[in-house]
């Protein structure tokens, strides 16, 4: 019985379990929503470190399983477009979050030197993944040294924008559609959510452990799905495995808008997007056939190029703070939903 559950499974159950898990991921994602607005709060550390961080780490636990996976099966071009391709997608779901908010722009209302700051840092991280794809083919016990740098260049971004969170040096100037991100007061939290802080966590943890295991299944599907139809590995890590990564992200930023929480729904999808250009050094890792940067194709440095400028744009919204835009949403968003649609426009054709 347990035999005929290991994968690879048929083509018919890979679809499924794609399926399957993506509805899961839905209802957990918005779990993790209201858990992650209560714990920012109760923790002090504010919507956009902890999104950025705690939250974007537990939405992107699926992308990182499937990343860890697939590198691990001697399957690159899944695991590094996976990656990439998860933060594409990812950064579109807050063009489909700002139809949610009518009231205003979604970046303009989440106006945040912290999320200005992570674009910053996803950029840089990109512009790594990059650079080391074009550079000298290296490794050191079989992990390239970009790899390691990407994470000191993660861990020094966070405390640079954790000093500017603390000795702000940047403010936005206040609208009467600016959604400021002030924690609750003890009481005011405790109405929301009387619940001891070491149970929530629990509760954030486990439901994060329930997207990454997900992430195991969708890894072995997708490797189903590229054998028995012919599709390129990175097509389906950036259109499939990286639709279905996105899930969690979009489905939390709806979930934070639809709560109030602006700041949170950005600051979410750019921290985890984030930790996917980290989930590249991940998946060097775990790929013991070199160099997983030199094992990315035209088509994925091509993806990567398009996320990097899926970012700007992101960016560019964040600082001009538009209030009312093209289609009822930003300038930004028009322009993510069209950069989206040409990349995905290349890579099929």
Known sequence: MLEALAPPWPLG???????????????????????????????????????????????????IVMTAVSAAG???????????????AQTLALAVADFFYRRANLEHAAASSANLLFCCLLIGLLSVVVLSALGPDMTLLGVHPASL??????????????????????????????????PAEEGAVAT?????????????????????????????????????TGLSAGFVGAV???????IPETVAAVAAVRRGAMTLAVSAVIGGNCLDALNVAVGDVFYRGGSL?????????????????????????????????????????????????????????
Not at 208 to 227: D, F, K, N, R, Y
């Open 293 to 349: 940067f030199h094992s990315a194709t035209a088509d994925e440095l091509f993806l990567t190029t398009g996320a990097l400028l899926m970012t700007v744009a992101l960016l560019a919204g964040l600082i001009i703070r538009q209030t009312k835009g093209w289609g009822r949403i930003g300038f930004e968003g028009v322009l993510l939903i069209v950069i989206y649609a040409g990349i995905l426009g290349v890579l099929t054709f």
């Open 192 to 228: 929301k959510d009387d619940t001891g802080i070491g149970v929530l966590w629990v509760r954030f943890v486990a439901v994060g452990a329930v997207v990454a295991v997900g992430g195991w299944a969708l890894a072995q599907a997708a490797a189903t799905i590229v054998e028995a």
């Open 240 to 246: 499939a495995m990286g639709a279905v990564n996105a």
């Open 74 to 88: 001697d399957q690159p071009g899944l695991a590094y477009s996976n990656a990439v391709g998860g933060i594409a």
């Open 149 to 182: 740098g990407m994470v000191a260049f993660y861990a020094g971004g966070l405390w640079l924008i954790r000093e500017e969170n603390e000795h702000p040096m940047w403010r936005a100037v206040p609208t009467r559609e600016t959604v400021v991100d002030v």
């Open 13 to 63: 159950w890979s679809l499924a379990v794609f399926v399957l898990v993506a509805a899961v991921t839905v209802v957990a994602s918005v779990r993790m929503t209201s858990l992650g607005d209560v714990l920012a709060d109760r923790t002090g550390w504010g919507e956009a470190l902890f999104g950025a961080v705690f939250f974007g780490l537990a939405t992107s636990l699926s992308g």
